[in-house]
C-alpha cells in the first residue's frame, strides 16, 4: 500500500501540490501503480497524478508499444503528417528525429514526402517498420544536431518530463521541437463513453500551454500553437494541442527574418516550376504585384508572361504591356491548355471555373 497522504511537488516547476482533486484506482498490473490521485497545479497550470516510478514507467513502455499503428499505411493522423510537413517545407529543416515514434506511422510519412531530408525514429520499443534511403529507426537515442525534434504524445507519459526534454535539448541541440499532447480544455466536450476515460495511469502529465512552455526551460520561444481533434481508435474526438518552439526568444525583428526566409524559401520553390515556361496571370491586383517584388516568384519574369486575367480587364488594358494579351474570366476557354499562374485568393468558385472553362490548363497558385 503506497501512502498518498503527502501532496507531491509539482513535476514541471517543483511548487508544492495542490489537492488531491480525486483518487483513481487500477486493476493490478506489472510496472504500473493501482492506486493514483489526481493533483492540480495552479502555478504552470498543470494537473498531474501520483506517485509515479521512473524506473516502472520505463519498463513498461520498454514491453509495450502504446501506438500500435505501424507504417503509413495505417496512420490516421493526417492533420498531423501535413501540419510538420508543411513546417519541414517552410523552415527547411534537413535532420529530424521523432522521439518516441511509436510504431513509426507518422515519421514514415514524412520520409515519403521529403526525400531530400534525412529521419530518425527512436522509441524505447522496437516493432519498427522498415527503414528506407532518409529514414532509420532505433532504441538507441543518437547524438549530434537536429533541426527538429518531434515529441508527439510523448510528455503526457513522461514521469520526469523535465529531465526528458533537457536530455533531448543536450543529446540533440534541436533547432526546432515540436511538441504535442492532449489538451485537458477539450475533454469535457469530447465525452468518452468509458468512466474517467481521459485520467489514466499512462496520461500521467495533463498540461496547459504554460506549463508545456516551462517544461521546455527558457531556451525556446513558441513559433505556433492549436489545437483540434485528432483522429483515433474510437473516431477523430480525442482533443489535442500543438505546439512548435524554435531556439531562442524571437522578438518581432526575428520572427519577420523567419517569416521572409521561409517566403523566400517558398518562392524559390515556385520560381522554378515556372520560370521556365510562359503562362498567363491570373488576377492584376496587389497579389500580383507583390510576387514581382525582389524576392517574389514572379520577380525579373514579365517575359514569361503572355497575358493577364481579370474581371476588370477592361479597366486595366491601359495598364498591360502591349505584348500581354487581355482576357476576361468569361473568355477563358479561348486559352485553355496554356499554363495559367493565379495570384488571387484560392477559393472554390475559382477553381470550378477553371475546370469548366479550360481543364486543359495546369493552374499553379501563387
Ligand atoms: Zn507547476
Redesign the pocket.
Known sequence: MIDLSEGP???????PGQGPLMSLAFRRKVHLPDQTRLYA??????A?SWPRDPDSYKRHYGQVANDFTTGVETFRNLEQLERLSRVIARRGLRRILDFGCGGGGLVSGLAGRHPDADFVGYDVNGGFPPASANLAFTQTLPEGAFDLVILSHVLEHAPDPVGMVRHIESRLQPRHLYVETPDPQGYASRDQPQHLYYVDRLHINHFGLN?LT?TLGGGYGLVEYGRYDMPYEVGPVYPAQYALFTVAQRDVEGSLMDYLADQARRAATLRTRIEDQRFYIYGFGDNFFRNRSPSGPLAGLDANILGVIDRNIEALRTELPESWAAVHPNDLGSINGKLIVCTVTQSGGLAALFAALCPDSEVIHL
Open positions: 511537488d509539482c513535476p514541471i516547476c517543483q511548487t497545479c495552479r502555478d504552470c497550470d498543470l498531474f506549463s516551462r
